[in-house]
């Protein structure tokens, strides 16, 4: 079974960082694509970042393009995203999603709980 | 405002059918694959219909995904009470390099 942990998540002042992790089970994660989608509080969904299974590739949205940074530990079946320069609009509920295959450009397989990220002071 | 326009909410009654449209432009929606998903209340989104209108194992064939052009639509048949959520249209940006959400639809079965 497919299981997606998502964790690091928090409270945290305007101008911080915080670290999110995704530990992921029940599949081969060197073989698939990672992505992180945000969801703000009774918002809809908004893309974060993907990273192809190697992860010698990286995407962005524009929202987080520069501030964020995610990353993948292939011997540790994990994911991060490391998020710096945080703003009151990127707090939201933090969800880690696995692709269909090797693609990035792909459909969103299956999804973690979500971690909930609050920015204030 | 999202790049890829969904209705923000439709409704019917139960047994019946509703469609929800999705609507974006030749980088997105016309030139990658399209993906429907569904968030029930209080839960994670989960995958309904993938690569346009294929439906991954479990999903009922109450649900049905089809594309033309640069728009989606997504249609339920059989409406039933569990239905009722919000329903999202995703697919991958070309010129963005990233992926996309519909600003999504709730459904109420009335």
């Known amino acids: 079974e497919v299981q997606l942990v998502e964790s690091g998540g928090g409270l945290v002042q305007p101008g911080g960082s915080l670290r999110l992790s995704c530990a992921a089970s029940g599949f081969t994660f060197s073989s698939y694509a990672m992505h992180w989608v945000r969801q703000a509080p009774g918002k809809g969904l908004e893309y974060v970042s993907a990273i192809s299974s190697n992860g010698g590739s990286t995407y962005y949205a524009n929202s987080v393009k520069g501030r964020f940074t995610i990353s993948r530990d292939n011997s540790k079946n994990t994911l991060y995203l490391q998020m710096g320069s945080l703003r009151a609009e990127d707090m939201a509920v933090y969800y880690c999603a696995r692709g269909f295959g090797t693609a990035v450009a792909g459909t969103l397989a299956y999804w973690g709980q979500g971690t909930l990220v609050t920015v204030s002071s | 405002q999202s790049v890829l326009t969904q209705p923000p909410s439709v409704s019917a009654a139960p047994g019946q059918k509703v469609t929800i449209s999705c609507s974006g432009s030749?980088?997105?929606?016309?030139?990658?694959?399209v993906s429907w998903y569904q968030q029930l209340p209080g839960t994670a989104p989960k995958l309904l219909i993938y690569?346009?209108?294929k439906r991954p194992s479990g999903i009922p064939d109450r649900f049905s995904g089809s594309k033309s052009g640069t728009s989606a639509t997504l249609g339920i048949t059989g409406l039933q009470t569990g239905d009722e959520a919000d329903y999202y249209c995703?697919?991958?940006?070309?010129?963005?390099?990233?992926?996309?959400f519909g600003g999504g639809t709730k459904l109420t079965v009335l």
């Open positions: 995703g697919t991958w940006d070309s010129s963005l390099s990233a992926g996309l």
């Open positions: 030749s980088s997105n929606i016309g030139n990658n694959y």
């Open positions: 690569d346009n209108n």
